[in-house]
């Protein structure tokens, strides 16, 4: 510091961390249900349990009262906070998702999408995570995992979305993989 110039330097890592997300079959039948079955925007709740610092399961879904339109998903607060507090303690706590669809749209989140996740994360405390999902009907997904304790944001290409299955998917596939052979030129 003779010459009065302070020098610093400082290297900064990143971590690839990436958060894996998986639907216990009764979640994802409900929701490739509602998002197939509806013309109209759905949205829905579901419990959520965190089985590694990064892996949580999507165990249940759950319809609360809405008024939808084919772009809106409108709450009426009154019926809303009525219909979330009927449910026991354990499931209550366990509510951890917020999903809806879009459509015939992409799942790029709309500024409704943005405000109304905003209010959802204020309401949370430093040690909770919450799930954000949008689904369109060629069953496209746009997932946030907001993981509060750890101070992460999971993004679309930091979540891998899978099927909770007795069997391991990937290990079944990789070896499908194997012996299913494709044709040229077919």
Excluded at 35 to 44: G, K, M, Q, R
Excluded at 85 to 106: C, P, T, W
Aim: with cysteine.
């Amino acid at each position: 510091m003779s010459d009065g110039k302070l020098n610093y330097r400082c290297n900064f890592t990143y971590e690839n961390q990436k958060a894996t997300v998986l639907l216990s079959p009764e979640a994802y039948r409900k929701i490739v249900a509602l998002v197939s079955s509806f013309n109209d925007e759905v949205a829905w709740h579901g419990t959520v349990i965190r089985s590694t610092y990064s892996k949580f399961i999507i165990e249940d879904i759950f319809v609360y009262p809405q008024e939808v339109t084919g772009s809106t998903v409108n709450t009426d607060q009154e019926a809303y906070t009525k219909w979330l507090y009927a449910f026991d303690d354990e499931v209550f706590n366990k509510i951890r998702l917020q999903g809806h669809s879009h459509v015939n749209m992409s799942v790029s989140p709309s500024g409704v999408n943005e405000r109304h996740r905003q209010q959802i994360l204020e309401q949370l405390e430093q040690d909770m995570f919450y799930i954000f999902m949008i689904w369109n009907k060629s069953l496209s997904i746009h997932t946030l995992v907001y993981d509060m304790s750890r101070n992460i944001l999971y993004e679309n290409s930091d979540v891998e979305v899978k099927l909770l299955t007795d069997e391991d998917m990937d290990t079944f596939l990789e070896a499908c993989g194997e012996i299913v052979r494709q044709l040229p030129g077919k």
